[in-house]
């Protein structure tokens, strides 16, 4: 537990030193900062205190977890239909500009790069190796900062973010791994975009 603890306590900055990269402002520099400060710098750190793979949530996930995470992902696609009556988020998503199908996929892989950084740091070096000791206090340490990490965008995000972080959460403490979460989360993403470029172009009507 206090081997657990002291990780967690020495993952708490890098929190707030992702949010000001040395790279500019670009969002495929900014996947790449994230990429550095969010799994790397965590990885090197969780190999000194001797944590296992598993420890970390870099396991397979679990078959059982299969029926959630379809329900979820159906929940996150009605989510997602609301979502574009709300102008501030369509007015924001899709968070890169791009110039025709190629330009959006691309793009959509960066941002998968992205989820995937923090699916790795919040639910995997996070919330993993406190698990063990009490998984539902697991739950809310690791999801008070990634709620945090919102800040700045929609108003919405925030709450929004907090309810999803303690859903991908447990969706990930039932599959034993980060796995989960990232394919809700990026799914999720994609999808809402899509939702909003059909909104912007006018080919969807709310």
Known sequence: M??????????????????????????FRWSLWLLLI???????????????????????????????????????????????????????????????????????????????????????????PLVKWNWKAALLLQDIPYALAHLGKPGLEVPYSFLAGLVFGWLDVRGRSFIPSFVLHWTGSVVFDILCVLVKTGVLTV
């Open 38 to 128: 969010y799994t790397v710098l965590p990885l090197l750190l969780a190999r000194a205190f001797g944590f296992s793979k598993k420890d970390i949530g870099l396991s397979m996930s679990r078959g059982d977890v299969l029926g959630p995470l379809l329900l979820l992902l159906l929940l996150a696609f009605l989510l997602s239909i609301a979502g574009t009556r709300v102008p501030s988020m369509v007015s924001y998503y899709p968070r890169f500009s791009f110039s025709g199908v190629p330009g959006f996929i691309e793009g959509e892989f960066v941002m998968g790069l992205i989820m995937l950084t923090h699916e790795l740091f919040f639910r995997g070096f996070m919330m993993f």
């Open 2 to 27: 206090r081997k657990g603890l002291l990780f967690y306590t020495l993952l708490l900055p890098l929190v707030y030193i992702a949010r000001f990269s040395p790279f500019g402002h670009s969002l």
